[in-house]
């Protein structure tokens, strides 16, 4: 079996690779690095099918060292082990590239067991990861280690390997194409800054088609059948999880409406309903909150309601209540309260109920004062009394401030009409 056309047609000069620009452009710092000869122990952090083997490879050549591969998934110390001890022997004679592949993978022994070769500068570290290496990479490597972040590939960048594989295919199997117009559009956008995956759906377009009379024509419609979901990246133990949760509670939050629906159809399509419903309600109290807590109810039936109906039904209830909490008014009021509140009783400040508020009814005979003294507001006028609620050590303590929404300040003015009048 043939390998796949993104392997066929990997590049092996620095100015081939599609995207990368930031990194790999003139006078960028990993470029003047790799020119230089002096290679560093480096971590490539960034999604699937952006160049970071291509780059590992192409460093390799340019600094004429042994390359060996290997991947966190199925690597083991004992690879580790072998590739050691090629070093000082004929067939690394100036010394070893070591590209690790997934390196989240390898467990904290095994990523020791590097640190005493790369240290040295035996072996030349370049591992790659598609998760945050701050937190999934030994501390002790990334102090090593140099990260570089590969970004995704804008779709005219990748246009232009789309390009190159229709003709090196041309050429490989010497027919012709007849490319419909927005073919190379329709595969760059659909597979979402991966350029791997572009040029494998490039292969997959051609050896699909069948050639009549030497020529194969490559549809827009088969275009879009093999890469309409390949944009959707979505790891539910994954960062991008994390990532596209975050970026649908700050756009409720933010009262986006348009880039909250765009995100609950990503959960949606990765078939999410748990962390929507979680995160809906969570940002109903924290920052809807008082400015219109009948929301709080009303969020509550639109998630009932999808819950009960499944998707892809739910989407219709999910959509009703992101758009409501999108738009509605603002305030974290209640959460910034509940939090001072919660900073003061971790820090100690606690302090006795006051006598009054106790569930007591007689005192001791060394009690100063007799009787529990609670004033009942519903005997005075308007239902209101003054007198001290919180400890001794917290009554001056303000832990909510009223918010300036309407609800709110409608709830203060009458406060203040009683209290002060």
Same mark, same amino acid.
């Given at each position: ?21 930031? !990194? ?42 042994? !390359? ?18 090629? !070093? ?59 990260? &570089? ?16 594989? &229709? ?9 012709? &194409? ?5 073919? !190379? ?62 970026? &649908? ?173």
């Amino acid at each position: 079996m043939s390998a796949p056309l993104a392997d066929r047609i990997r590049p092996t000069e620095i100015d081939d690779m599609i995207g990368q620009r930031h !990194l790999l452009g003139e006078n960028c710092a990993l470029r003047r690095i790799i020119e230089s000869g002096d290679i560093p122990n480096m971590v490539f952090y960034g999604p699937p099918g952006i160049g970071k083997t291509t780059l590992a490879g192409i460093i390799a050549a340019k600094t004429n060292r042994r !390359l060996h591969k290997l991947n966190g998934t199925t690597a083991s110390t004992q690879d580790i082990k072998d590739i050691v001890g090629e !070093l000082g022997t004929f067939m690394a004679q100036n010394g070893i590239l070591l590209y690790l592949d997934e390196i989240q993978y390898f467990t904290k022994k095994q990523q020791q067991t590097l640190l005493e070769y790369i240290e040295n500068g035996k072996i030349t570290l370049i591992a790659s990861t598609t998760e945050n290496p701050y937190f999934y990479v030994y501390s002790a490597i990334l102090s090593r280690s140099t990260v &570089f972040e590969f970004k995704p590939v804008p779709p005219e960048e990748v246009e232009r390997g789309i390009k190159r594989a &229709f003709d090196f295919m041309q050429d490989e199997l010497n027919e012709k &194409f007849e490319i419909e117009d927005g073919v !190379l559009n329709q595969i760059s956008v659909g597979c979402g800054g991966d350029v791997r995956k572009s040029i494998n759906s490039v292969e997959l377009c051609v050896m699909s088609c069948v050639p009549h009379d030497g020529v194969r024509a490559i549809t827009l419609e088969r275009a879009r059948e093999l890469s309409q979901r390949s944009a959707f990246r979505y790891d539910k133990d994954g960062e991008e999880h994390y990532d596209i949760l975050s970026a &649908f509670q700050k756009s409720l939050r933010g009262s986006d409406p348009d880039a909250a629906v765009h995100y609950l159809a990503r959960l949606i399509e990765a078939n999410d309903l748990p962390s929507i419903c979680r995160r809906l309600m969570v940002c109903t109290c924290e920052d809807v909150g008082l400015a219109y807590p009948q929301l709080i109810p009303i969020v509550k039936a639109c998630i009932d309601a999808a819950m009960m109906v499944g998707l892809p039904e739910a989407r219709i209830p999910l959509a009703d209540a992101v758009i409501l909490v999108a738009t509605a008014p603002k305030s974290n009021s209640a959460y910034s309260a509940i939090n001072a509140a919660l900073s003061d009783i971790h820090g100690g400040k606690v302090g006795s109920i006051p006598r009054q508020l106790q569930n007591k009814h007689c005192d001791g005979e060394d009690a100063a004062v007799k009787g529990q003294n609670y004033l009942y507001p519903h005997d005075y006028p308007r239902h209101y009394v003054k007198q001290q609620y919180l400890p001794d050590v917290l009554k001056d303590a303000r832990y909510y401030e009223y918010g300036d929404n309407k609800n709110e300040q409608a709830a203060k003015a009458y406060w203040d009409n009683i209290k002060n009048g």
